[in-house]
């Protein structure tokens, strides 16, 4: 077990007043067996009345509807808490894991590399296969910010040959798939200061099995979820609409310090 303390820092600011605006976020950890919420502080601003509830994969998203007018808005979440994959539990799958989904899907390209991996993958286990597929990656893919975006799909990004921890970890899921490996998306925190991070999970022997592609590895107990989905298209941090707003400059800060 790795009792750890973690934070998540968001702001934006906008060049002119915004109102009406409606937003949702995912940045609230969820407590489970192998991830123990043990203390938890959360601070919006501005805010009027906080909605948590849950979406379809089991997300906690806080919702909400400012009609003030505002020209920055924030969100800061800090808790501390005891992560101990020894402590997983058997899920069951969920069939929608199995499929391309909206960005994690395969190309020619990325199509081409699975069925070169196919023979070297054939009695692996699902997690022994995502590992054979990750060094794969990493021999054809190197990690360059700026090239792509939020928007960027598995095989958009593996044509460009580099991208960032998103893309990877779209890149892996799509290659699992393709190989009859159910994966699903992670969204949420590694050890150390930086923005978020994504990784990938896979499906084997009926438990969630961390990979983090980007970093070659498998998850231990300095990673912290936030969120799980198909890809980021389900399990994006913020959204929100609003009216007015001029320019905005949004600022994301991120850690987990092991105690």
């Known amino acids: 077990m790795q009792r750890v ?3 998540y820092s968001m702001k934006i600011e906008f060049s002119a007043p915004v109102v009406r605006h409606c937003f949702s976020v995912r940045c609230l950890p969820p407590d489970s067996p192998q991830q123990r919420i043990c203390e938890l502080f959360l601070e919006v601003s501005p805010h009027n009345v906080l909605t948590e509830t849950s979406d379809g994969f089991g997300n906690r998203i806080l919702t909400d509807r400012i ?3 505002h020209t920055l808005f924030s969100v800061y979440v800090n808790g501390v808490a005891e992560l101990d994959l020894s402590a997983r539990e058997p899920e069951p799958l969920n069939g929608i894991y199995k ?6 899907f395969c ?19 699902p997690v022994e296969t995502a590992k054979r597929l990750m060094a ?41 798939r393709a190989l009859g490996v159910p994966a699903r998306y992670v969204a949420g925190i590694q050890e150390g200061t930086g923005e978020t991070h994504a990784w990938a999970e896979v499906y084997d022997g009926g438990y969630w099995v961390g990979v983090d592609p980007t970093n070659d590895k498998l998850v231990d107990e300095r990673y ?14 913020n959204r929100g609409l609003f ?9 994301i800060e991120a850690t987990v310090r092991v105690l």
């Open 5 to 7: 303390e973690f934070s």
């Open 67 to 69: 009609t003030e007018p």
């Open 99 to 104: 499929y391309p989904s909206q960005q994690a």
């Open 107 to 125: 190309g020619a390209r990325l199509a081409a590399l699975a069925e070169a991996q196919k023979p070297l993958c054939e009695g692996l286990a």
């Open 136 to 176: 794969a990656l990493r021999a054809q893919f190197v990690y360059k910010g700026g090239v792509t975006n939020v928007a960027t799909t598995a095989e958009e990004a593996f044509t460009l040959g580099c991208g960032v921890c998103q893309d990877y970890a779209h890149i892996l899921i799509a290659l699992c």
């Open 224 to 237: 912290l979820k936030l969120s799980h989905g198909r890809d980021f298209a389900d399990c994006g941090i």
């Open 243 to 251: 009216i007015g707003g001029g320019t905005q400059k949004q600022t």
